[in-house]
T-cell receptor, first 111, second 116 residues
Framework: GENVEQHPSTLSVQEGDSAVIKCTYSDSASNYFPWYKQELGKRPQLIIDIRSNVGEKKDQRIAVTLNKTAKHFSLHITETQPEDSAVYFCAKGAGSYQLTFGKGTKLSVIP | NAGVMQNPRHLVRRRGQEARLRCSPM?????VYWYRQLPEEGLKFMVYLQKENIIDESGMPKERFSAEFPKEGPSILRIQQVVRGDSAAYFC??????????????FGDGTRLSIL
C-alpha cells in the first residue's frame, strides 16, 4: 500500500491539445496529493496540490481531480504549450510529512 | 524570499571518500526533508528533520548515511565511504511546520553526486 502507480510513463501531444496523467494508490490513509513539474537538471516545482476533502481543483490551464473512493487522482493540462514539456511527478502524503512519489511522466508537447 | 538552498550543486567523489551535502531551508521553515532521485525515477524519501531532531529516518540506509539539522547552520546529509551506487541526485525540501503546514514541500536545486 505504499507505492503510487503513475501512467503513462511518456506522453506526446500536439501543441494546443490536452494532456492527462493518472496516478493510483491503494492505502486509505493518504490525504494529500501534490503534482510536481521537473525540467531537465532542475528542481521539482509544485504546480498544484489537492487535499482529500475536495474532488477537483483548478489553476488556469492545470486541474487536478481526486476520486478517493477509487483511489486515483489525475492531472489535466489544457491548451498545452511547448514550455509544458517536462517530467511530471504525482505524489501522495498521509498525516504530516512523508511524500511518496510516482515514477514520473515525460510529457513532450510538439509545436 | 530565498528558496531552499543546496550546495554544492555537483559533487564528485572517489569510492571510499566522504560526501557532505548541505541544505538551508526557506526562511521561516523549520522542517527539512531529504530525498534521493536515481536517473529517470521519482524521488524517494530518506529522512525528515526538525531543528536538532531526527523525526523519521526510515528511508535512509542504516549504514554510512547520517543526517543532522543543528540549531545553527544548514542541514547536512553525510555519506561515508561512498560507493558507486550512491551516485544520484539528492534533493532537500522544507516546509513551515507540522501537520497541514507540512505541505507543500518546496525543493532545492539538488546536489548531483557522482562517484568515480
Amino acid at each position: 500500500g505504499e507505492n503510487v502507480e503513475q501512467h503513462p510513463s511518456t506522453l506526446s501531444v500536439q501543441e494546443g491539445d490536452s494532456a492527462v496523467i493518472k496516478c493510483t494508490y491503494s492505502d486509505s490513509a493518504s490525504n494529500y496529493f501534490p503534482w510536481y513539474k521537473q525540467e531537465l537538471g532542475k528542481r521539482p516545482q509544485l504546480i498544484i496540490d489537492i487535499r482529500s476533502n475536495v474532488g477537483e481543483k483548478k489553476d488556469q490551464r492545470i486541474a487536478v481531480t481526486l476520486n478517493k473512493t477509487a483511489k486515483h487522482f489525475s492531472l489535466h493540462i489544457t491548451e498545452t504549450q511547448p514550455e509544458d514539456s517536462a517530467v511530471y511527478f504525482c505524489a501522495k502524503g498521509a498525516g504530516s510529512y512523508q511524500l511518496t512519489f510516482g515514477k514520473g511522466t515525460k510529457l513532450s508537447v510538439i509545436p | 524570499n530565498a528558496g531552499v538552498m543546496q550546495n554544492p550543486r555537483h559533487l564528485v567523489r572517489r569510492r571510499g571518500q566522504e560526501a557532505r551535502l548541505r541544505c538551508s531551508p526557506m526562511k521561516g521553515h523549520s522542517h527539512v526533508y531529504w530525498y534521493r532521485q536515481l536517473p529517470e525515477e521519482g524521488l524517494k524519501f530518506m529522512v525528515y528533520l526538525q531543528k536538532e531532531n531526527i523525526i523519521d529516518e526510515s528511508g535512509m540506509p542504516k549504514e554510512r548515511f547520517s543526517a543532522e539539522f543543528p540549531k545553527e547552520g544548514p542541514s547536512i546529509l553525510r555519506i561515508q565511504q561512498v560507493v558507486r551506487g550512491d551516485s544520484a541526485a539528492y534533493f532537500c525540501a522544507s516546509s513551515p511546520g507540522a501537520g497541514p503546514s507540512n505541505q507543500p514541500q518546496h525543493f532545492g536545486d539538488g546536489t548531483r553526486l557522482s562517484i568515480l
